[in-house]
T-cell receptor, first 112, second 118 residues
């Protein structure tokens, strides 16, 4: 079983602040996805990173895949209340045929 | 297509009863997954199908759990003799088998079925 550790588990910040969320594992992944989940709903894909060292930007969100494809980070610039939610990283095992393992998640609250 | 539908949204049952959940995936998606999520945790993999074939089952899926996907369309997850520890959100997701599209679109999740065993 591949474990994905996310940190921090909880984060409460003021609107306009920057933040970084980390996702770490001892396992190598074919790809790593980031999802955002709101209460009472299923997770929604934000991005997939595939290549070691890859950086992807989605408006104010920047995602990075570690060189060894074992870890990833999500950086949010100038957080807004609409960013509030549970951020989940999910790793696809090598030869995993799209089956992903989710981390525990980071619960983000952005206070206006 | 309206996305992935799950029914019911909520289910309260007494310990020992059997329950069945239904998932209707996006019609052109040939892969279907079941995950379970408890409060404060990320989703845990239970099982997945490619078309009608169940390709993998997690060790979390005890003998009391069974999943089917007849004709490769909708899927059902049945829990027999429910226990309080079964209380959780049961999430269904579907995806395209094409890897490039999977990387672009990921899983499409339903809104889940919240099970409470009393």
């Amino acid at each position: 079983t591949q474990l994905l550790e996310q940190s921090p588990q909880f984060l409460s910040i003021q609107e306009g602040e920057n933040l970084t969320v980390y996702c770490n594992s001892s396992s190598v992944f074919s790809s790593l996805q980031w999802y955002r989940q709101e209460p009472g709903e299923g997770p929604v894909l934000l991005v997939t990173v595939v290549t070691g060292g890859e950086v992807k930007k989605l408006k104010r969100l920047t995602f990075q895949f570690g060189d060894a494809r074992k870890d990833s980070s999500l950086h949010i610039t100038a957080a807004q209340p609409g960013d509030t939610g549970l951020y989940l990283c999910a790793g696809e095992a090598l030869g995993g045929y799209q089956k992903v393992t989710f981390g525990i998640g980071t619960k983000l609250q952005v206070i206006p | 297509d309206t996305g992935v539908s799950q029914d019911p949204r909520h289910k309260i049952t007494k310990r020992g009863q059997n329950v069945t959940f239904r998932c209707d995936p996006i019609s052109e998606h040939n892969r279907l997954y079941w995950y379970r999520q408890t409060l404060g945790q990320g989703p845990e993999f239970l099982t997945y199908f490619q078309n009608e074939a169940q390709l993998e089952k997690s060790r979390l899926l005890s003998d009391r759990f069974s999943a089917e996907r007849p004709k490769g369309s909708f899927s059902t997850l049945e829990i027999q003799r429910t226990e309080q520890g079964d209380s959780a959100m049961y999430l269904c997701a579907s995806s395209l088998a094409d890897l490039e599209k999977f990387y672009k679109y990921g899983y499409t999740f339903g809104s889940g079925t919240r099970l409470t065993v009393v």
